[in-house]
């Protein structure tokens, strides 16, 4: 249960797809400039540039999946959907 508003916040509140989605929305807007810029400024070796933006997007995933997956369930609380009820 939240402290500040005692709204239960149990499993059943899923945020399904929605998360991934946006996140790979996201990673790859900002890791696709990224890699043509790199790519056509440095002129890397292949491989170095692909595990440096390998590692790079799988870091950046895992940042903002939690946190898009907390802003979907904080968006579905906000708009009383999926099974959010007042408090």
Known sequence: ACPVCDQELDAHHRADDGPAYLTILIVGHLMAPAIIWAFTTFRPDPMILASTFTVGCVA??????????GAIVGLQWAKRMHGFSLA
Not at 60 to 69: D, N, V
Request: no cysteine; charged share 20%; net charge positive.
């Open 60 to 69: 950046l995933s895992l940042y903002l999946l939690p946190r898009l997956k």
